[in-house]
């Protein structure tokens, strides 16, 4: 059985919004995960994975923890 390709482009995940795929990664037990490339509303780039994204996981690309150090 395949895993059911998700397409994210285009989606914001709380601060993050999908611009592109950043390719597959692998767990050291050879599971495949996508990783996507992101903007946050701070205009910093970074990269997520689909189960981080959609499980809330991650929200910001780190800023929201720097502003709360403030």
Not at 11 to 37: D, E
Not at 51 to 60: C, D, F, K, M, N
Request: hydrophobic share 30%.
């Amino acid at each position: 059985m395949s895993a059911r390709k998700i397409d994210l482009i285009g989606q914001r995940f709380k601060r993050l919004l999908v611009i592109s795929s950043a390719g597959q990664g692998r767990t050291p037990t050879g599971k495949t995960f996508s990783r996507w490339n992101c903007l946050c509303d701070c205009g910093t780039k970074t990269v997520a994975t689909t189960g981080h994204l959609q499980e809330g996981a991650v929200r910001s690309c780190g800023c929201l923890r720097t502003r709360r150090k403030l």
